[in-house]
C-alpha cells in the first residue's frame, strides 16, 4: 500500500488523515473544486489519473441540520457520491474506505451497545442517507469497508471555523468555570479523532462490510462527564442535569466493538480518552 487518496481533505477529518500518513504514504488530496464526487466521470477521471491503492472517502455534509435543510443536494453528495467513489474504486482495485456514522442508530428501539448486524429504522434524514450509503456502496463494492463514526473531537483546532469543538469547549468551561450541562436522555460514543486516525491503517487489510468504530460508552452524557470529572479530579456536582434534551425520543446511539476489535483495531473508551486529555491539559 503506497498510494492514499483522501477526499474532503479541507474538512475536519480527511484534513488530519492526510497531515497524519504524509509522511508515510504518497498523499492525493483532491478538492471539490478538482473532483465533485457527485459527477461520477468526474470521480473516474481523477481516480484513473492517481490509481491510488486505497481510497479514503471523508467529503460529505456532516452537519444534520444542514443536511435537513437542504435535502435533495445533501443527499446527492452523500448518497450518490458515496456510491460513485465506491464503484470507481473498485473498477480500479482500490480499497475502498467510506465514513458512515452512529446516526444509523438513532432510532432503533433495542437497548445498546449496538451491533453492525442489527436491523435499523433511522430517524434523522442524515442517518437515513448514510443507511442508504451503506447499502448502495456495498451494492456495488462488496469489498468496500463502511466506517460507522461517533461523535469527534480535537484537542486543537486546524482552523477557527471547524467543528470537533467537544473538548476545547468544556476546557474554556472549566477553566472559566461556566456552566456545565449533559443531557441524560443521550447515550452515544464520544471520539479523540487522533484514535480514529490512527487506526484507519489496520482498515486497509480487513474484509469489506460495516463496522463501528469509536470509542465504546455505554452512559449517558450526563453520568459520562461525572465519570470524568470524578477521575481527573475535579467536583462533580459542578455538572447539571439536562432533563430537557432527548426527553421525548430518548437516543441511544452507543455502538459495541466487538467486530474491530476481532480485526485487532481497539479504542479506549470515552471517559479514558476525555479523562487522558483532560489530564494532560489541566
Ligand atoms: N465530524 C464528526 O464528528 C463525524 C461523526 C460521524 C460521521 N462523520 C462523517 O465523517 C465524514 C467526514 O466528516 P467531517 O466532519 O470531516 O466533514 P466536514 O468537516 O464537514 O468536511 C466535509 C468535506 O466534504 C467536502 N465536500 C462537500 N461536498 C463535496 C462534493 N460534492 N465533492 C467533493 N467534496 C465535497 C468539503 O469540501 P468543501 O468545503 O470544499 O465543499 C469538505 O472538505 C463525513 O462523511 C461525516 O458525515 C463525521
Redesign the pocket.
Known amino acids: 500500500m503506497k498510494k492514499l487518496l483522501i477526499?474532503?481533505?479541507?474538512?475536519?477529518?480527511?484534513?488530519r488523515i492526510a497531515d497524519y500518513y504524509k509522511d508515510k504514504y504518497e498523499i492525493y488530496a483532491?478538492?471539490?473544486?478538482q473532483?465533485?464526487?457527485?459527477?461520477e466521470r468526474s470521480v473516474s477521471n481523477v481516480l484513473e489519473e492517481c490509481r491510488p491503492d486505497a481510497v479514503i472517502?471523508?467529503?460529505?455534509?456532516?452537519?444534520l441540520e444542514i443536511f435537513e435543510r437542504e435535502r435533495e443536494r445533501s443527499w446527492?453528495?452523500?448518497v450518490d457520491?458515496?456510491v460513485n467513489i465506491a464503484k470507481v474504486s473498485d473498477k480500479i482495485h482500490a480499497k475502498c474506505v467510506?465514513?458512515?456514522?452512529?446516526?444509523v442508530y438513532f432510532g432503533n428501539r433495542t437497548a445498546g451497545p449496538h451491533r453492525e448486524d442489527e436491523i435499523l429504522s433511522p430517524v434523522t434524514p442524515?442517518g437515513q442517507g448514510?443507511l442508504c450509503a451503506e447499502q448502495g456502496c456495498l451494492k456495488v463494492n462488496p469489498d468496500c469497508v463502511m466506517l460507522?463514526?461517533?461523535?469527534?473531537?480535537d484537542t486543537f483546532t486546524r482552523n477557527g471555523s471547524?467543528?470537533?469543538d467537544f473538548f476545547r469547549n468544556l476546557l474554556r468551561q472549566i477553566r472559566q468555570g461556566e456552566e456545565l450541562r449533559y443531557p441524560v436522555y443521550d447515550r452515544r460514543g464520544i471520539?479523540d479523532?487522533n484514535e480514529v486516525i490512527r487506526n484507519l491503517e489496520k482498515v486497509f487489510e480487513i474484509p469489506g462490510g460495516i463496522y463501528n468504530f469509536g470509542s465504546p460508552n455505554d452512559m449517558d452524557t450526563f453520568h459520562t462527564m461525572c465519570a470524568v470529572f470524578e477521575n481527573v479530579g475535579l467536583e462533580v456536582d459542578r455538572i447539571g442535569r439536562n432533563e430537557e434534551a432527548y426527553r421525548d425520543n430518548p437516543r441511544n446511539m452507543c455502538m459495541c466493538m466487538d467486530k474491530a476489535a476481532a480485526v485487532g483495531i481497539r479504542f479506549r473508551t470515552t471517559v479514558d480518552s476525555l479523562s487522558g486529555n483532560l489530564k494532560h491539559f489541566l
Open positions: 477526499t474532503g481533505t479541507s474538512g475536519f477529518l480527511g484534513g483532491p478538492t471539490h473544486a473532483m465533485d464526487i457527485t459527477n472517502h471523508c467529503a460529505g455534509v456532516s452537519d446527492r453528495i452523500n457520491g458515496s467510506i465514513c458512515s456514522s452512529d446516526q442524515y448514510k460507522r463514526l461517533s461523535w469527534m473531537y471547524e467543528h470537533g471520539t479523532v
